[in-house]
């Protein structure tokens, strides 16, 4: 099977939004894998980070809300069985509920092909990593927004430099061994103004770490305007770009970077059709808001709102129209790959 990433090209070389849309149709008609699952088992974190855009929630008991081990049982019957990719964590920190690294081992025994835990990596053991790689983990993002002590302690508030690298040493090590020659290594990094100058020693700083993915995006968005790349900023965002991207080549590692739109000011046009394949799942509203999934299957709903009719309908409106309809995914698929 292609990995997501060979599907994300494809899909980026795919100039009509049509032939996509008929894709996902045959895929639900023949109950084929064709779901991206986003999955925060808590909506919460261990840190503040400067350049997040999740603005935190309590329950009525001053923690933040977290799915029960039978919400996510029940949630993962739902979507899992039709799910290509699970990655566990997206806007909030997986590690700080108690049964994450179930979660993992559920998505695994669910036979999702691509399952990946997005995280800052602070609350990591080696013994985390270790279960991690042994319950099915095939991706680990680990989120560094500096490349300098001060700024990434400064950005990522609560966070600590000397941890973030003995977990990516310990990452190092356990990827040298031969039963996690699979368990590949992403590294996320979010441009600001505050850290743009130092963008450009990434690989200097993290390449020991032989990362396999490089995600380079812009922060975006008004939690942080302050932070946000102005236009002045281009030519030296651009610069910086450049040379990792001959350095990733050189060093065999895979960039996604924000190369066309790095100021946001417009949607991609790949977003077309992520309504019907990208499921985001938190405690506060699983994928849409009139989902009752306590009371309704994924397939029930699907039936109730006639998704596979709207599909075929879609298929006759313009990539224009689509994109508009979409306005909530309006930043996702905001890079290149190369």
């Given at each position: 099977?292609?990995?997501i990433?060979g599907?994300?090209?494809?899909h980026?070389?795919?100039r009509?939004h049509?032939?996509?849309?008929l894709?996902?149709?045959l895929a639900?008609r023949l109950?084929l894998?064709h779901?991206s699952?986003?999955?925060?088992?808590?909506?919460?974190?261990?840190?503040?980070?400067?350049?997040?855009?999740?603005v935190a929630?309590?329950?009525?008991d001053?923690r933040p809300?977290?799915f029960?081990?039978p919400?996510?049982?029940r949630?993962?019957s739902m979507?899992?069985p039709?799910?290509?990719q699970?990655?566990i964590?997206?806007?909030w920190e997986p590690?700080i509920?108690p049964?994450y690294?179930?979660l993992v081992?559920?998505?695994?025994a669910w036979?999702?092909p691509?399952?990946?835990?997005?995280?800052?990596?602070?609350?990591?053991q080696?013994?985390?990593?270790?279960?991690?790689?042994?319950r099915?983990?095939?991706?680990l993002?680990?989120?560094?927004h500096g490349?300098r002590?001060?700024?990434?302690e400064r950005l990522m508030v609560g966070?600590?430099?000397d941890?973030?690298h003995e977990v990516?040493r310990a990452?190092r090590d356990?990827?040298?061994?031969?039963?996690?020659?699979?368990?590949r290594?992403r590294?996320n990094y979010?441009?600001n103004?505050?850290?743009?100058?130092e963008s450009?020693?990434l690989?200097d700083v993290?390449?020991?770490?032989?990362?396999d993915v490089?995600?380079?995006?812009?922060v975006?968005?008004g939690?942080?305007?302050?932070?946000?790349?102005?236009?002045?900023d281009l030519a030296?965002y651009r610069?910086?770009?450049?040379?990792?991207?001959?350095?990733?080549?050189?060093?065999?590692?895979?960039?996604?970077?924000?190369r066309?739109?790095?100021?946001h000011?417009?949607?991609?046009a790949?977003?077309?059709?992520?309504?019907a394949?990208?499921l985001?799942v938190?405690?506060?509203?699983?994928?849409?808001?009139?989902?009752?999934?306590?009371t309704?299957?994924?397939g029930?709903y699907c039936?109730?709102?006639?998704l596979?009719?709207?599909?075929r309908?879609?298929?006759f409106r313009s990539?224009g129209?689509l994109?508009k309809?979409?306005?909530?995914y309006a930043?996702?698929?905001k890079?290149?790959?190369d």
């Amino acid at each position: 099977m292609l990995s997501i990433y060979g599907l994300l090209r494809i899909h980026q070389r795919l100039r009509s939004h049509r032939l996509v849309l008929l894709g996902v149709l045959l895929a639900r008609r023949l109950r084929l894998r064709h779901l991206s699952v986003r999955f925060d088992p808590v909506a919460g974190c261990n840190l503040a980070c400067r350049v997040c855009p999740s603005v935190a929630t309590t329950a009525s008991d001053g923690r933040p809300p977290a799915f029960t081990w039978p919400d996510i049982e029940r949630l993962a019957s739902m979507l899992f069985p039709g799910a290509l990719q699970v990655v566990i964590g997206c806007s909030w920190e997986p590690t700080i509920h108690p049964r994450y690294l179930d979660l993992v081992s559920l998505a695994r025994a669910w036979k999702v092909p691509w399952i990946g835990l997005t995280t800052n990596g602070q609350n990591l053991q080696e013994r985390d990593l270790h279960e991690l790689a042994r319950r099915g983990l095939g991706e680990l993002t680990l989120s560094i927004h500096g490349v300098r002590e001060q700024t990434y302690e400064r950005l990522m508030v609560g966070a600590s430099w000397d941890r973030l690298h003995e977990v990516l040493r310990a990452v190092r090590d356990l990827r040298t061994g031969r039963p996690s020659r699979r368990f590949r290594l992403r590294l996320n990094y979010t441009i600001n103004r505050e850290n743009l100058a130092e963008s450009g020693d990434l690989l200097d700083v993290f390449g020991e770490y032989r990362p396999d993915v490089l995600q380079v995006r812009p922060v975006f968005g008004g939690s942080a305007p302050g932070l946000n790349l102005r236009s002045e900023d281009l030519a030296a965002y651009r610069i910086h770009l450049a040379s990792l991207a001959r350095e990733c080549r050189e060093r065999r590692i895979l960039l996604l970077a924000n190369r066309a739109d790095p100021l946001h000011a417009a949607p991609a046009a790949g977003i077309a059709v992520l309504p019907a394949v990208y499921l985001y799942v938190d405690p506060v509203t699983v994928w849409r808001e009139d989902f009752a999934w306590r009371t309704e299957t994924y397939g029930q709903y699907c039936r109730r709102i006639g998704l596979d009719r709207q599909l075929r309908r879609d298929l006759f409106r313009s990539r224009g129209e689509l994109v508009k309809s979409a306005a909530r995914y309006a930043d996702s698929l905001k890079y290149d790959l190369d």
